[in-house]
């Protein structure tokens, strides 16, 4: 099957860099994703990484490890509307693809 | 385009009733799927279809029931709830792969 493990809550202070790492277990890796989701709203796509290295989007950037199961997500130059639930997803080729989230991560972001 | 529609936005059954979760997307995606989620948990596949005629299972596909009978539509059906699927319910599209998905605003489901 599949498994996803990233920390539960991180804290940072606004206008600085955090970094949320995700390390997976799954076969048939296809691709790995991030999502943010504010308290009460819908997750929205943030980045997709399908081969190893950085993918920038503004203030945000993800890098993939394919050979060490590991992504992370950086967001640079903290507001505090990024406090919100980050979660990575592993999408699998095996069949149709499947998709599996981690149980997210709370970022708080303190003034 | 109005994106991802899902309604009812809340539902409070009992246990035993049966309803249909409904979700269109108007975006022509080929790929859809339901998720479940819990207080704290991420969110957990429960069924998805990668076009019309043809859906699978996911992680948690008991006690619901999915048909594609268009690319715009992709209803969730409880044939008998219960207390367990007390849950908010995501509905997502995406084009031709499922690694950029957009969601619906959700269905908050309460079984008494």
């Known amino acids: 099957g599949q498994s996803l493990e990233q920390p539960s809550e991180v804290t940072a202070v606004e206008g600085a860099i955090v970094q949320i790492n995700c390390t997976y277990q799954t076969s048939g890796f296809y691709g790995l994703s991030w999502y943010q989701q504010h308290d009460g709203g819908a997750p929205t796509f943030l980045s997709y990484n399908a081969l190893d290295g950085l993918e920038e989007t503004g203030r945000f950037s993800s890098f993939l490890s394919r050979s060490d199961s590991y992504g992370y997500l950086l967001l640079q130059e903290l507001q505090m509307k990024d406090s919100a639930s980050y979660f990575c997803?592993?999408?699998?080729?095996?069949?149709?693809?499947?998709?599996?989230f981690g149980t997210g991560t709370k970022l708080q972001v303190i003034p | 385009n109005a994106g991802v529609t899902q309604t009812p936005k809340f539902q409070v059954l009992k246990t035993g009733q049966s309803m249909t979760l409904q979700c269109a997307q108007d975006m022509n995606h080929e790929y859809m799927s339901w998720y479940r989620q819990d207080p704290g948990m991420g969110l957990r596949l429960i069924h998805y279809?990668?076009?019309?005629?043809?859906?699978d299972q996911g992680e948690v596909p008991n006690g619901y029931n999915v048909s594609r009978s268009t690319t715009e539509d992709f209803p969730l059906r409880l044939l008998s709830a219960a207390p367990s699927q007390t849950s908010v319910y995501f509905c997502?599209?995406?084009?031709?792969?499922?690694?950029?998905?957009?969601f619906g605003p959700g269905t908050r489901l309460l079984v008494l």
């Open positions: 997803a592993v999408t699998n080729s095996g069949g149709y693809q499947k998709v599996t």
């Open positions: 279809s990668v076009g019309a005629g043809i859906t």
């Open positions: 997502a599209s995406s084009g031709a792969g499922a690694e950029t998905q957009y």
